[in-house]
């Protein structure tokens, strides 16, 4: 479900999307703890598993806030939007070259799932906590691919496709660039704080971009060495 949201700027449209209910299978769980042979895990931590794998789904609240902004200009370490705001990282010119669209977001499970962490720990419960710490972020990779998912829909109306995710904090974009990241949502309810190190609250965030990649260009282009 799609949303457009009112801003203080009648001139900004920001957009909204909350994917479904997530889904934590227990396999994954239980493979990055380095569980390999299932039978031979004990009851009790595949109960655990289990069970915090459900608390996951029932805690994780989706949501994302995104716009879809021109690209300026896209040069090697330089990215200008149509909002005026600048970029700098190593991946614009090789992913974002071809695309006349970017789409900046910031993506959320709210809350819950960081404050029942901290209750866990608290109370000693140390496997729970791990065991609910990894079913939320396999949360966030679910939620993310929903809105992946959503962002296609669009951008085939236009013959195009995504573009790989860039972010601030990933391939050569430096975390201390969310700070200008998030002024692309000024006067829009964002339900996610940055703190001074550049880390959001709550922690089961994510912030990126894609781009809307016509069909017919590739979707990375090699690094050109002189």
């Known amino acids: 479900m799609s949303n457009l949201i009112t801003s203080s700027d009648d001139n900004i449209d920001f957009q909204s999307h909350r ?5 934590v299978a227990v396999e994954p769980l239980l493979r990055t703890q380095g569980y390999k042979d299932f039978s031979r895990i004990r009851p009790e931590i595949m109960e655990m598993a289990k069970t915090m794998a459900s608390r996951a789904e029932d805690l994780a609240a989706p949501y994302v806030i995104y716009r879809q902004l021109d690209i300026v200009s896209c040069e090697p370490g330089r990215l200008v939007l149509g909002s005026g705001n600048e970029f700098e990282g190593e991946d ?3 992913t974002l070259t071809d695309c006349q669209i970017a789409v900046p977001f910031v993506l959320t499970l ?5 404050s029942e962490v901290i209750s866990l720990i608290q109370a000693d419960e140390i496997l729970n906590a791990l065991f609910l710490e990894i079913a939320g972020w396999i949360c966030i990779e679910q939620a993310t691919r929903s809105f992946a998912k959503h962002l296609q829909a669009d951008a085939g109306k236009t013959n195009c496709r995504l573009s790989r995710r860039l972010g601030p904090g990933y391939k050569g974009w430096d975390l201390m660039q969310q700070k200008p990241f998030f002024e692309l949502f000024a006067g829009a309810d964002v339900p996610v704080r940055l703190m001074e190190s550049c880390i959001m609250l709550p922690k089961k965030s994510r912030s ?19």
């Open 208 to 226: 990126g971009l894609y781009g809307f990649l016509p069909t017919s260009k590739p979707r990375f282009r090699a690094e050109v060495k002189h």
């Open 110 to 114: 709210g809350d819950g799932l960081d």
């Open 19 to 23: 994917p479904g209910r997530l889904r």
């Open 92 to 94: 614009f010119d090789r």
